[in-house]
Nanobody, 128 residues
Framework: VQLQASGGGLVQAGGSLRLSCAAS????????MGWFRQAPGKEREFVAA????????VYLDSVKGRFTISRDNAKNTGYLQMNSLKPEDTAVYYC??????????????????????WGQGTQVTVSS
């Protein structure tokens, strides 16, 4: 599956952005999806994920209540709605897709090596 992330940009603290992840190729609806981010000088970290049907969602603790992951399988597109953005959310955001539809344990959604397909990343910059 090929992934194309978009929607990043520059926003003031407290603002909102919605990232999109357009998929093509292998059926997106068969894949769990995740969002990861990498800030300058830091390792890439898990942000959010959902199962094939969207019924299972997992979030990084620091984004709970502010970010919402969703998907529209009919459009082969995933989304990450980001509200109440903070300067520490500044990073390149990547979407990723798994070869699995769901995991029995929520922790597996957070592992980078569970995702076989990655988008190119989109920059999110939050100014204070």
């Amino acid at each position: 599956v090929q992934l194309q992330a978009s929607g990043g940009g520059l926003v003031q603290a407290g603002g909102s952005l919605r990232l999109s992840c357009a998929a093509s190729g292998r059926a997106f609806s068969s894949s769990a999806m995740g969002w990861f981010r990498q800030a300058p000088g830091k390792e890439r970290e898990f942000v959010a994920a959902n199962s094939r049907g969207g019924g299972i969602t997992v979030y990084l603790d620091s984004v709970k209540g502010r970010f919402t992951i969703s998907r529209d399988n009919a459009k082969n597109t995933g989304y990450l709605q980001m509200n109440s953005l903070k300067p520490e959310d500044t990073a390149v955001y990547y979407c990723a897709a798994s070869n699995r539809a769901y995991y029995s344990s929520r922790e597996y959604y957070t592992y980078e090596n569970e995702y076989a397909y990655w988008g190119q990343g989109t920059q999110v910059t939050v100014s204070s």
